[in-house]
């Protein structure tokens, strides 16, 4: 009787057969040089014979990857990822395309076998290749049922948006503007608490971008980032112990973020300012209200602390952007360090209900409720 690793290699051999026959590649030829520099880095359309020097490498690395072996799994991999890896720079949007069109048929491929460590492969290789053709792969995996494959999806993801502020980018702008609402929708809905950071990840990625013609897709990423962090804040309790500890550092990275990098510029969006005050209002009034019903546990209360300073400080640095007085925000943080939880509650549950004098366009009850 066969074993069932014997069965897996039997199947996944017969793949990269079919891959490399269909590419007109024979496996016992699927032995290529590396690509050389100056091909990855071509800013003109590749010629056939460059484009068959792309598709012999694919195959050769793809009859790797689809063998079914582990070592040769992992070499498979590597080869794949190697002329399009982010350590690379001044990777050309046409050699980038060119490699995109040999390199997802094969990915696709690994993604309907039943394996998810492949599959957990694939979408690592799809968000490296940086693509519209490999988001579509990426895409169609963040609301699979398996907690692998959305995490590696959500992880492509941070990889192909990276990928977009470090080299030419091979997605455009109104197709980034789609793939953080996707993300978006997505880390709204996720209930595993460390898919949803890594898709927390992917947003602030988005926002990263700093190219010219990226901006408006990079503002509504940081604004969503804040808006749907906050939503998702709010119901971190009463998921287990773990899962809400990872929401509650997810929150924390999400504002540090906000205080370090989006925040400092003269020039911000009100949007951004706005939503960045609401969640750091939640995020200081979700631990107002522990405090004043004595529900603080001393095992987290360093990280309370860390995020009450670093909410405080997003409140006032969003009320300067916006044009207001700083409300005191980042000062309530030795309060709650030195025991002093019901003086703490008290100041930061007075503070918090004042966010939404600072525009029209905040909703009070957001606030409101988290005091009931």
């Known amino acids: 009787m066969l074993r ?24 016992a030829a699927a032995q290529t040089s590396p690509i050389p520099d100056a091909l990855i880095t071509k800013t003109t359309a590749l010629s056939p014979d460059e484009r068959g020097q792309v598709e012999a490498y694919v195959s050769a690395a793809l009859a790797d990857f689809l063998s079914g072996d582990s070592t040769r ?27 995109s069109e040999s390199v997802v048929p094969g990915l696709r491929s690994a993604l309907e076998a039943d394996d998810e460590k492949l599959a957990g ?28 494959k959305r995490m590696s999806a959500a992880g492509g993801a941070q990889a192909l948006l990276r990928a977009v502020q470090t080299n030419a980018p091979a997605v ?39 190219r010219d013609g990226f901006g408006a897709a990079a503002s509504d990423a940081w604004a969503r980032l804040a808006i749907t962090t906050g939503n998702r804040h709010k119901a971190y ?71 009450a300073r670093v909410a405080g400080l997003v409140i006032d640095l969003a009320c300067i952007r916006l044009n207001r007085e700083a409300l005191g925000a980042s000062k309530l943080a030795d309060m709650l360090e030195n025991g002093d939880d019901v003086q703490f509650g008290d100041a930061a549950k007075r503070i918090v209900l004042r966010i939404p004098q600072l525009d029209p366009q905040i909703d009070a009850r957001r606030f409101e409720e988290i005091f009931k």
């Open 237 to 307: 309790r009463g998921n287990g112990e773990l899962a809400a500890a990872r929401a509650r550092m997810t929150t924390l990275r999400v504002l540090e973020r906000l205080n370090r990098e989006v925040l400092p510029p003269v020039t911000v969006e009100p949007r951004i300012a706005r939503e960045s005050a609401v969640l750091g209002g939640i995020a200081l009034g979700t631990i107002a209200a522990d405090a004043l019903a004595n529900n603080i546990d001393e095992s987290t209360r360093s990280e309370l602390v860390l995020t």
């Open 172 to 210: 455009q702008p109104a197709a980034i503007s789609r793939i953080v609402a996707r993300l978006d929708a997505a880390y709204g809905a996720e209930q595993n608490a460390w898919v949803a950071d890594s898709l927390s990840r992917g947003l602030a990625a988005a926002g990263g971008i700093s």
């Open 121 to 148: 492969a694939a979408l690592f290789v799809a968000g490296q290749t940086a693509t519209q053709a490999a988001w579509d792969l990426l895409d169609q995996h963040l609301n699979d049922e398996s907690v692998t």
């Open 73 to 99: 799994q992992n070499r498979g991999r590597e080869r794949l990822v190697n002329p399009i890896s982010a350590d690379r720079a001044n990777v050309s949007v046409a050699f980038r395309q060119a490699y």
């Open 4 to 27: 069932r690793t014997g069965v897996k290699s039997t199947v996944f051999a017969a793949i990269g057969a079919v891959m490399l026959a269909a590419l007109g590649v024979a496996p």
